[in-house]
């Protein structure tokens, strides 16, 4: 099983950004699918969760600027980023608990940065 996730980039203080993430290999099914950040020198923390009914929870710090959704069928993960702040700054990382065939386990994508500027 792999997560690959895409997007990320340099935006503006205020800008706009999408990433998503697709798994893919011997999957059974995935239960909750998420996105994770770490700035420099700071612990890796949780972003946004979104569970495969549908229900979602975010980081006080990105409420009502983020928004996690997912397309099961493509075992996809989407976060959509507005009004970024440079504290947004970051490498983020996709998270998938994933039923295969032969366990039940945590993956991660490969982190993708992203830089907001003031």
């Known amino acids: 099983v792999q997560l690959q996730a895409y997007g990320g980039g340099l935006v503006q203080a205020g800008g706009s950004l999408g990433l998503s993430c697709a798994a893919s290999g011997s999957i059974f099914s995935i239960n909750n699918m998420g996105w994770y950040r770490q700035a420099p020198g700071k612990e890796r923390e949780l972003v946004a969760r979104?569970?495969?009914?549908?229900?979602?929870n975010y980081a006080d710090s990105v409420k009502g600027r983020f928004s996690i959704s997912r397309d099961n069928a493509k075992n996809t993960v989407y976060l959509q980023m507005n009004s970024l702040k440079p504290e947004d700054t970051a490498v983020y990382y996709c998270?998938?608990?994933?039923?295969?065939?032969?366990?039940?386990?945590?993956?991660w994508g490969q982190g993708t940065e992203v830089t907001v500027s003031s």
């Open positions: 979104i569970t495969n009914g549908g229900n979602t």
């Open positions: 998270n998938a608990y994933v039923v295969s065939y032969v366990s039940r386990r945590d993956y």
